[in-house]
């Protein structure tokens, strides 16, 4: 069986691994319209966070169970290290405490509550909102993904049985394979797209406008001495600001953000942070770290990814012959081995071993047999 895969992303990247490590396909067609990996794709950054919680969403959460251990997996395979074991810091009301701990403790995770005064004296650089305690998981941290995305298309590079399309744009996918922008065609007996915020040109347009388009914004700080701490969710009055962690030995900055600077917008345009999000970041920030110091950020940058309007996430769908990862949603990174799992055995005709993320796990048919054109947005 051939497979043509389209996008270079965390997605599309791991599919096409689990595409070579499959019986049965003798030929995998890895496509960008970039480099292979792609410096613009949305999983091309420093840091992703990989971390088991999500309060009040058992399902998730017993799906992030295997999201750190699939990283490990991926490691092992490619003779890379990019899993930093910094753990996560989520901050919540006290009485909150005790259900995330139940949570965790019954996914198997290392986990274990702080109290304020805890909180205050072991991380007196971070203001936690008034009256929070936290749960500590120890075996969350970062993938550095620019790391981990090189090393994974350098390890497909030497597999026989792939070839390399870098700078090759996808404009029309049908049950056949692909077609090119410069009129050329590649043949293939099942299409992966993945896509990224870019499949909206490569699906139907009556899916086209079931997606949320979402950018947001980020800023790289660069402090002295914050080496060592966990990623932290749960700041600001608003308590939806975060930080992604400096692992040791990384010259990473530290990433600040919120869902309050993650707005809907109708296309995708630069990456350049206008001025009124960068100053909402640096509000936010100079209250949630006392010393913050305007001087040690050091850029803000954009970043975009659709979500399926009904559940604010992912969207896989298929005819049968191509198989469109639509939405790749906001948590797609750290999911990235299960769902590429999961894909690559949906489209390889196999009994899909289940990702836990529902709209992975069942996708959406749009047709038995009709072919997927694209979309004119
Ligand atoms: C600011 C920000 C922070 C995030 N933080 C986290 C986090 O901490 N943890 C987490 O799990 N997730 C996080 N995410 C989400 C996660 O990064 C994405 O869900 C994931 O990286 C999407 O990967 P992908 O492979 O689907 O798409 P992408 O990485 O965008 O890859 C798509 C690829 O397809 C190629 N392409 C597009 N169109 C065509 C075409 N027509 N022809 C050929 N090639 C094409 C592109 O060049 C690109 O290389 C974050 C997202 C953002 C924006």
Known sequence: MRIAVVGSGVIGLLTAVECVRATGVSQVDLVDAGPIPSPTATSHDRLRVVRALHRGEPALTFAAAGAH???????????????????????????DLSAALTLLTAIG????????????????????????????????????????????AHWLGT?????????????????????????????????????????????????????????????????????????????????????????????????????SACRPVDEMTDRTTPARWREHLERLFAEVLPDFDPAAVIGCVDGYYLADRTNDGPLLLSNGA????????????????????????HALGRTPRPSGIAAIDTPRIISGTAPVRAGKE
Request: glycine fraction near 8%.
């Open 69 to 95: 251990t699939g990283w490990l997996e991926v490691e092992s395979l490619v003779g890379s290290r990019f899993y930093h074991p910094v753990g996560a810091l989520t901050a919540m009301p006290q009485q």
């Open 109 to 152: 995770a290392r986990a274990w509550a702080l109290s304020p005064t805890e909180l205050a004296a072991r991380y007196p650089k971070i203001r936690f909102p008034e009256g929070s305690g936290a749960v500590l998981e120890a075996t969350a941290g970062v993938v550095l993904a620019d790391q981990a995305l090189a090393a994974v």
């Open 159 to 259: 597999r026989p049985q792939v070839r390399l399309h870098p700078h090759r744009r996808v404009v029309d996918v049908t049950n056949e394979g692909v077609h090119f922008d410069d009129g050329t065609s590649l043949s293939a007996d099942r299409v992966v797209v993945a896509a990224g915020p870019w499949s909206r040109a490569l699906v139907p347009p009556t899916i086209a406008d079931e997606l949320t388009l979402w950018r947001q914004s980020l800023l790289s700080y660069r402090p002295d001495g914050w080496a060592g701490l966990p990623a932290v969710l749960g700041l600001g009055p608003a308590k939806d600001a975060w930080m992604m962690p400096k692992p040791a030995h990384s010259d990473a900055p530290l990433r600040l953000s919120a869902a």
């Open 322 to 345: 191509v198989w469109t990862y639509a939405a790749c949603g906001g948590m797609s990174f750290k999911f990235a081995p299960q769902i590429a799992r999961t894909i690559a055995d």
